[in-house]
């Protein structure tokens, strides 16, 4: 038996160097992605911008190094932007740290009760609609740092604002330097992979950051670099009297929102981030305590919530990132780098890193899906559009639970499949669709072999019934057989009582749901009241009925209640005269 010295060393020799080298190079460019996000959230919210460094820091060394996502990328979101602002301006900067740690410790608990899982059922609609919609936004935010200017909130601000912008860059000849800058780093995105000799040795996101630090160093553009100081002296630990503000109502309820809007965009980002790669995929459980607890460290160094966020994720995996090692790296490059070398930092134009991040926006709308989607299955492509614009409308959390809400209607009404097949009216009908278009060859009954199939089946008032059997070669008397096949929801119940109301008035109506497969509280009371009131109109035949075998006679419903088999007893106790459950 091997040793664990020697199993350890298994496990080294078994990373090729292709591996760590993609990891190192992957980690790099995450890094240069992470810059300005963790510094432009910060802002955004409204504390120093170390301490979106430190969350950014603390989501590659603690969160990156624990099970749960190997790929996700994590640190400050832009998702959480308005909720920090709107805390940190009600409680003060010296609270959030409290709040940030709450929400940490509440999210370890949902781990631990293995709550995580149940963000599995996540349509793909609603994960493209996801990117889509933070692709929209992070290309409208980053124009305005394209030409060094201060962008707007909200997503529909930027949007706004583009014409204002427009204008003035065109009247700006440092704003148009900026823009130059960056339009020539999303342009080298672009070539740069055409280039297989070169693509080899360097990613294209690093080729084009390193030729517009050099473009803008040689002549000295007066274009915007990145600013970095002291993280140290952002560091506030909570105390006592911070702890004691949880015991406020409008506290606990920002903990919670803290809590739902951070745990859910890491999740929803890990559905995604999953659908980029090939690797293992995300254990959701283990992947919230990991959140939790980067969440919980970064409260207790009083920094920025933490989520895992999708712009870094995705670049981490088109980067060619193959192991948790290439997050883990970003962590370690944004502490150095940060502590050590914050000149060299500065060297970096703000303009190239907006260039990055408008061509990994880009690629995050999936435009080549769109149109066959929308062909093929158009109630998904509405989906998947609805998703994206009320994440640019609103925030993200709000658009992935539109688009959450919408699918599952969609596929509420969808499922609701029902149709009426109807005999013995002397000229059968069947498949008729209550709504949505019946189906052929659902094996209507048939002339001749109503009552062998009503005896097999156990129709009430089929077999025995005078006029009944072989009623659909012309017996204009007996009752008239409707059975009812699909999912009888409410969604579907106009309609389907529509077709009732079509059968004629002057004859009794046997209806059989032993073929529903699923039949809600809605239409059972719908359609158990249909049958008493339209057979109570059609004076009954006791002679004729009186041997039918069911409760009532012909006229009536059989079938299956709310659950069951077909053929196995139904509860009759709560019927009404005339009524066979």
Known sequence: MPSRSQTLLDRFRGVDGGTLRADFTASLVVFLVAVPLCVGVAVASGVPAELGLITGIVGGLVTGLMPGSSLQVSGPAAGLTV??????????????????????????????????????????????????????????????????????????????????????????RAALEALAVGAGTVAVLVVWPWWQRGAKVLPAPLAAVALATVAVAVPDLPVARVEVQGLLDAVRVPDGGDLADLAEFGVLGTVLAFTLIASAESLFSAAAVDRLHDGPRTDYDRELIAQGAGNAVCGALGALPMTAVIVRSAANVRAGARTKASRVLHGVWLLVFA???????????????????????????PLRDLVPLWRDHRGEAVVLITTAVAIVV????????????????????????????VTGLGGDRSGHPAGHGGQDGDGAVGTGESGETAETKGVVGTKGAKGTEGAGDGDRTGPVRARIVGNATFLRLPKLLDELEALPRDRQVQLDLRDLRHMDHACRTALTAWAERHNAVVAPDTEDTGDAGGIGGAGGVSGAGDAGAPGEARDTRDASPGIAV
């Open 339 to 365: 502590v050590l070398f914050p000149a060299a930092l500065g060297v970096i134009p703000v303009c190239a890193l907006a260039g990055v991040l408008i061509h990994a926006g880009w690629k995050l709308i």
């Open 394 to 421: 609103t925030n993200m959390f709000e658009g992935v639970l539109i688009g959450l809400l919408l699918a599952v209607a969609k596929t509420a009404w969808e499922t609701s499949h029902v149709h009426v097949e």
């Open 83 to 172: 909720l920090v602002y709107e805390a940190v301006d009600a409680y003060g900067v010296g609270a959030l740290g409290v709040l940030v740690l709450a929400a940490g410790v509440l999210q370890l608990a949902m781990g631990a009760l293995r709550l995580g899982r149940w963000f599995r059922a996540i349509s793909v609609a609603v994960v493209q609609g996801m990117l889509a919609g933070i692709g929209l936004v992070l290309i409208a935010g980053q124009l305005y740092a394209l030409t060094d200017t201060a962008a707007p909130g909200s997503g529909l601000g930027k949007l706004a604002g583009l014409p204002e912008l427009v204008l003035d860059t065109a009247g700006s």
